[in-house]
């Protein structure tokens, strides 16, 4: 997710009234409720699955 996106959806969650007791931006949900929907398991699977290079950030030198 590009950052500025992020900090958009971000914001736009602690605009609203009442703020929300958590933020989170909706790309996290299925990491979120894992446990409690039993996937999580499948959820750690997601996040260490092996990325496409072209996808990675730059390594800092």
Request: aromatic share 8%.
């Amino acid at each position: 997710m590009p950052l500025d996106t992020f900090v958009d959806e971000v914001m736009d969650l602690f605009l609203r009234k009442p703020t929300p007791k958590e933020i989170l931006v909706e790309r996290v949900g299925f990491l979120r409720w894992a446990e409690r929907d039993g996937n999580f398991d499948q959820a750690v699977e997601i996040l260490n699955a092996p990325r496409d290079p072209a996808h990675q950030p730059p390594v800092a030198q």
